[in-house]
């Protein structure tokens, strides 16, 4: 039995979100699909490990009927570059504010390769009982550094529901991404503190996007405040495919 109710002419749409968030986060964006007649599942991220996450959405994945359009927010674009382009009806890779890596690059790569991520100075480490790590963004410093253009009392609730990610998954590299056969389309924010914007550009570039969206004073999370231009792009991407 599908997770979803397929409907006539409209791929189901899959969010995933990445580290720092939860899947409320897709609050916006889920009305707004809902409203446009579009099945839609938040997947839970385990926040895990690359490989690790990209099995979990792949196991979702068997779960939806007919086509299904990949959206992935920061980190969750690691986990939809990661599923293969066979193992599912996948149409179309949506990323928003997202890592959309090459073979062998980890986030961490990533988020390095450009200066202006603030993120480093902003995280706690909780040790884990298997000796890893989990990392949270400090609750003092979660609105500016994450959610700068939402509203202050938002950010402080995104602050306390926030899940960690482990180190390890941060520095796990890709394997070969799903971009390279399928088609992209990327958006994110002018002032994302977490992943500078000049690797936005580039790696929408390099993905060959075929639509980029970059708003001004965007943040890191530029898809809550701006959910309706995300949901433009999505159906940008559901016409072309």
Excluded at 31 to 57: F, I, K
Aim: charged share 15%; no cysteine.
């Amino acid at each position: 039995m599908s997770i979803t109710t397929a409907q006539p002419g409209r791929p189901t749409v899959v969010l995933v979100h990445g580290a720092f968030a939860e899947s409320a986060s897709w609050d916006g964006v889920i009305a707004e699909l809902l409203d446009g007649g579009y099945p839609a599942v938040a997947v839970a991220n385990p926040l895990r490990g690359v490989r690790h996450d990209a099995d979990h959405l792949r196991a979702v994945l068997t779960g939806i009927d007919g086509p299904v359009v990949l959206v992935g927010h920061s980190y969750g674009g690691m986990v939809i570059s990661n599923v293969p382009a066979g193992a599912a009806d996948v149409t179309a890779l949506v990323y928003v504010g997202a890592f959309a890596p090459a073979s062998g690059e980890s986030a961490a790569d990533l988020a390095g390769r450009f200066p202006g991520s603030s993120l480093g100075e902003t995280l706690a480490a909780v040790p884990l009982p298997d000796g890893g790590t989990d990392l949270y963004i400090r609750q003092d410093r979660y609105h500016h550094q994450f959610a700068a253009d939402s509203p202050a009392q938002r950010a402080a609730v995104m602050a306390v529901t926030q899940r960690p990610i482990t180190e390890a998954a941060l520095n796990e590299p890709s394997g070969e991404p799903a971009w390279q056969s399928l088609p992209s389309w990327f958006l994110f924010g002018s002032e994302d503190l977490n992943i500078p914007v000049a690797a936005h550009r580039f790696m929408a570039e390099r993905a060959g996007s075929r639509q980029t969206v970059e708003l001004p004073g965007g943040s890191h999370t530029v898809a809550i405040p701006e959910a309706a231009a995300l949901v433009d792009l999505i159906r940008a991407a559901v016409a072309s495919t």
